[in-house]
Each structure stands twice: as C-alpha cells, then as structure tokens.
C-alpha cells in the first residue's frame, strides 16, 4: 500500500475531507489530493509529520517502514531556517488544533507552545 492509499483510508476512516486534513496538516489541498492520487510518492518529512499527526497515526504507520528510514530534515546539515521554522509552525498549529478540540485547555497548550520554542535546535 502507498503513502497515498494510506493517507485517503486514514482519512475516510475518521470521516475527514481532504481540505479537513490539508488545513490540520498545514499543508495545501493540492497535495494531499495529488498524494492520494498517486502523483507524489516521496513527500518531504514536514509534510508527512503533519499528515500523520492530522491523521492521528505515527509517521512509520503512514510510511509503511521504520521511521529510521525516512529522511529528516534535521538529518542534512543544509536545513533551511525557512524549513525549521515551518516545521516549528506546524507543530505549534497542531497544539491549538488540539486546544480548539478541547483536547488541551488553555494553560496547557500554552506550555506546551513555550515548551516548542525553547527546545534546542537539533540541527545547530
């Protein structure tokens, strides 16, 4: 089974539109549609850590392998702050997800938002 072929039936399991998991994912409605089309067979990390977080599911499941065999982005010295920061940005949006589903109340997310921000880069 295929990234994609796993992505849709994650989806259409917990009753999701592809624009629902785009906007959970932070990433656009093209892709995931594309992905579930088959067009794009090897996503970057970033977009697999937000597809599997929007999907509830961990990255090896969505990937079908360990994770030790995906690329990270913090494997390669030429990590762009550009990309640090949208992966940053996306974790900090799944935890308000998570606040506006009442999954974590307020003081919560925002611990867990400062807590995000004063971990150390793992790329320095």
Known sequence: MSIGERVRTGRKALHLSQEEVARRAGVSLNQVNRLERGEIVDPHFS??????????????????????????????????????????????????????AGKLDEVDADKE???EYQQEDPAA
């Open 47 to 100: 977009t697999l850590a937000g597809l599997a977080t929007a999907l509830d599911m961990q990255i090896s499941e969505l990937v079908g392998e360990p994770v030790h065999h995906v690329r990270n982005p913090q494997d390669s010295i030429e990590v762009s702050d550009k990309v640090k920061a949208d992966v940053r940005l996306q974790k900090v949006r799944q935890i308000l997800d998570a606040r506006d």
């Open 113 to 115: 938002i400062q807590r």
